[in-house]
């Protein structure tokens, strides 16, 4: 960034001016101004610093008149110029030499005196600053004092039109840094929430979105009629974001009702889903709405594992609440619960890590045989067929698995013991996956 620049060529900063007056480069006041900007403030603490010296109220200001900072005010002031801003009509009786010219304005209704001197960049004027004239001026130190305020405001300019550049560069970056770690300062919220334009330390839901299979259709396509669809219903009150196919929607609670939220992204669902050419399916996945307390990334984590669940689905299209996803919601509190890690690694070990064990030293297939055993709801016929087995080795697999883990899948029980045991496996390598996702973006 420019401040580190600056703070490591500080002799250069110093003599910036000395092409235009070689006495302002030793004046004390610039040097005081360039060190309030290598401590990294920016224009607004200048300008504070500006008003201290010379106990002058101080207005900054866009060519245009807006006021963007101000000091020795105790309200934001309302600048008026009796025509349109033309500061080139001012006088500039005061100091021609120095390039500061003397008009008048009103502030708040009440005329304003003031020194006024253009902040340049390269010729191009960026702004004004203006200096209250209700006290006598004291001739060349106070001119050099406006100009060494100037060439350090356009410094300031210049850091912090490069630092919204970056900010602008990595605007996802902000946002998605957010997502992944649950641990985030304040001044990053901050951070993304001015980059974003909204006030991201606000509870939010987050929602994800894709069409699959995504191939099939224009994402393009897509990507506008889903943003479409949301300024439609949704108007502005919401943030979008596009990350690896998948689209991420921040939605601020409309007078911090999750419920309206909640339809409001329903009815997007259903209007989207209408105009859907034929074999594209939508899913669109929620966090959960019953917290007391709403994180982005909790809720982002949330919304991933009923996103995955809700792809894994046999529905045409689905949309899925993280409140509605029943065991895998329990499962998803308890194998992120790392008070009983080491139960859920035994009763994963003693259930399935058997099989396994047994798969791999004996180049045996009970393990993936269970798995499809169950998802057939322990049909004999219908799971050797999509094996391609004889019906006689899968009986045959199954009294092996029974008696390696001494149980009887013909008991409920036992059968819902394996499943749960499976769906833990599950759940567990997609919190593993995630985790080591947020890792490797964020390194």
């Known amino acids: 960034m420019l401040a580190e620049y600056l703070q490591e060529n500080k002799n250069d900063v110093l003599s910036y001016a000395k092409h235009q007056d070689s006495r302002l480069s030793k ?11 290598l401590a990294g403030n ?3 603490e200048i300008i504070e610093d500006i008003y201290k010296e010379t106990n002058r109220r101080v207005l900054f200001v866009t060519p245009g008149g807006e006021v963007m900072f101000y000091a020795g005010y105790p309200q934001p ?12 009509q001012a006088d500039r009786s005061a100091c021609p030499a120095l390039g500061w010219k003397k008009t008048i304005a009103r502030v708040d209704s009440t005329r304003f005196e003031c020194f006024m001197v253009a902040v340049k960049q390269q010729h191009a004027v960026m702004a004004y600053l203006l200096v209250a004239a209700d006290t006598p001026n004291s001739g060349d130190q106070f001119g050099e004092l406006l100009q060494a305020s100037s060439h350090v405001l356009a410094l ?15 605007k996802a970056q902000f946002l998605l840094d957010l997502l992944w770690h649950q641990d985030q300062p304040r001044h990053k919220q901050e951070l993304a929430s001015r980059v974003w334009g909204r006030d991201l330390t606000r509870p939010h839901l987050v929602f994800i979105a894709t069409c699959s299979p995504g191939q099939l259709w224009d994402q393009r396509h897509f990507t506008k009629m889903l943003i479409g669809n949301l300024e439609q219903l949704a108007v502005k009150n919401f943030i979008h974001l596009l990350h690896q196919d998948r689209h991420v929607i921040l939605f ?35 966090q959960s709405v019953s917290r007391q307390e709403y994180n982005l990334a909790q809720g982002y984590r949330e919304a991933s594992y009923a996103f995955e669940l809700g792809l894994a689905s046999n529905e045409s299209s689905a949309f899925v ?26 009763f994963l070990g003693h259930n399935l890590g058997v099989l396994k064990n047994y798969d791999q030293l004996h180049k045996t297939d009970l393990y993936n045989s269970l798995v499809n055993y169950l998802e057939n709801n322990c049909n004999l016929v219908l799971t050797a067929g999509k094996l391609y087995i004889h019906p006689n080795t899968l009986r045959y697999r199954i009294k092996k698995i029974e008696s390696l883990l001494k149980i009887d899948l013909s008991r409920l029980e036992c059968v819902v013991e394996i499943a ?23 390194s």
């Open 156 to 170: 300031a300019l210049d850091r912090e039109k490069m630092i919204l550049s970056v900010e602008r560069k990595y």
């Open 27 to 37: 004046n004390t006041v610039y040097q005081q101004l360039i060190d309030t900007l």
């Open 42 to 44: 920016g224009a607004a």
């Open 420 to 442: 749960l045991a499976f769906k833990i496996e599950q759940v567990k390598k997609w919190l593993l996956s995630n985790q080591g996702d947020a890792s490797a973006c964020s």
């Open 321 to 346: 609440i993280f409140d509605e996803l029943g065991i895998y919601g329990l499962l998803y509190d308890w194998c992120g619960n790392r008070s009983i890690t080491s139960q859920m690694n035994s």
């Open 77 to 88: 002031p309302e600048l008026e110029w009796p025509g349109p801003f033309a500061p080139e």
């Open 252 to 286: 601020e609670p409309p007078g911090g009702n999750v419920q309206t939220a909640v339809n409001f992204m329903r009815n997007v669902y259903k209007q989207t889903c209408i105009r859907l050419p034929k074999g594209v399916r939508l899913v669109v996945a929620c």
